[in-house]
Every structure is written in C-alpha cells, then in structure tokens.
C-alpha cells in the first residue's frame, strides 16, 4: 500500500517563504506530484518530480528525494492568494500491478497579513 | 478548450437510495479517475478508466461502481446510499494513462440525508 503525510495546517506571513514537507511509502515510486486547491474550488497542478532535485516554476519549487521518501513544496514572495491547501501526491504501483496516484490529506495553508 | 466538467454539481439524497455522477473529460483524455474528497480523509481514490476498462479500483465497497463510454465520458454510481457517502466526488482526466497529470472538475457535491 501506500503512505502518505504531511502537516495539517500552516501559517505564514505575506512576503515570507513556507516550506511545506511531505513523506511518502510506496512500492514502484513513479513519480510525485503536488496540487493546489482553494476552498470551494477543483485541485490544480502545481509541480511534478520524477528524479531526485529541485525543480523551480517562477515563485514555487518542489524537491525530491527518493532514497529518503520526502519531498517539499516550498513557496517565496508569499500572497494572500496563495492561502490554499496543498495536496502531494504520489505515484505508485497498486495492488493491480498498474499506476495509481495516492493523495494526501492536504496541508492548509493560511497567509497572514 | 473545455476543462472537465461535471454533473449534476450539488444534489441531496436520502438513506437507501442511489445516486449517477457525471464527467466529461477534456477532449482528447482518455482516462478518467474519480476520487471521494471529505473533510477528515482527505482524496480518496476511487476507480480510474482508460479506454472504458476499469484500470484500478480503490478500496470502497461494491456499492460504488463506474464506468466509462466510447467517447471517454464516464459515470459512477452509489448504490444504497449511507450518510456517510456524504462528500465531494471529484472526477479527473489525463491525457496520458497510468495515472498522469490530472485535471480536475469542479466536482460533484452529495449530500446524503
């Protein structure tokens, strides 16, 4: 089966930085993904690691590693438009021997004036 | 280009009875997963279609069923509805199969009374 968790809720100051971590067990890692999804509203994607680094996408950037089962989305410049919750993702073999992506419970994050 | 969309949006149930869920997918995706959203659970994964073949099924009881058509369009149903199904049931849609980047709808909302 698959494991994942993150933080249930967060807060932080506009203008500052959040870094938000995620730790994962799967069997037949294939990816991780991260998502946006305001209240009310559908989940949109935010960034996807496949390898082990950081990959940046203007004021978000998300890191993997693999060997350690973790990743983090962090967030720069924070806006008040950026109070969300944030959902990781993870690709992984199911018990059927094909791909299923597993979210977590999402971490709601509050921004602060 | 039209996002996934998804009928009805709101929709009030009682005890015992059942329920079709709707979804479109973006033209051209020809997988379609669904998945249950609730406060204290988070997304749960429920089935995904790939070229009207169910792929993978998550671990909810056989009153939850689905399908999907030759023009990819899918639909679920809730068979003997319990207070418990009571959720946002989120449908998604990938271009690519084994469980791509996902593009959510705006969901459907149950509630059961």
């Known amino acids: 089966g698959q494991n994942i968790d993150q933080p249930t809720e967060m807060t932080a100051t506009e203008g500052a930085i959040v870094q938000i971590n995620c730790t994962y067990q799967?069997?037949?890692?294939?990816?991780l993904f991260w998502y946006q999804q305001h209240a009310g509203e559908a989940p949109t994607f935010l960034s996807y690691?496949?390898?082990?680094g950081l990959e940046e996408k203007g004021r978000f950037s998300s890191f993997l590693s693999r060997s350690k089962g973790y990743s983090y989305l962090l967030l720069k410049e924070l806006q008040m438009k950026d109070s969300a919750s944030y959902l990781c993702?993870?690709?992984?073999?199911?018990?059927?021997?094909?791909?299923?992506?597993?979210f977590g419970k999402g971490t709601k994050l509050s921004v602060i004036p | 280009k039209a996002g996934v969309t998804q009928t009805p949006r709101y929709l009030i149930k009682t005890r015992g009875q059942q329920v079709t869920l709707s979804c479109s997918p973006i033209?051209?995706?020809?997988?379609v997963s669904w998945y249950q959203q609730t406060p204290g659970q988070g997304l749960q994964f429920l089935f995904e279609?790939?070229?009207?073949?169910?792929?993978n099924k998550g671990n909810f009881p056989g009153r939850f069923s689905g399908r999907q058509f030759s023009n990819s369009r899918s639909e679920m149903n809730v068979s003997t509805l319990e207070l418990g199904d009571s959720a946002l049931y989120l449908c998604?849609?990938?271009?690519?199969?084994?469980?791509?980047?996902?593009?959510f709808g705006e969901g459907s909302r149950l509630t059961v009374l």
């Open positions: 033209s051209g995706h020809r997988s």
């Open positions: 993702a993870v690709r992984g073999l199911s018990g059927a021997g094909s791909y299923q992506l597993t």
């Open positions: 799967t069997s037949g890692f294939n990816g």
């Open positions: 998604a849609s990938s271009l690519v199969g084994e469980a791509g980047e996902l593009f």
């Open positions: 690691n496949v390898l082990d």
């Open positions: 279609y790939f070229s009207e073949t169910q792929r």
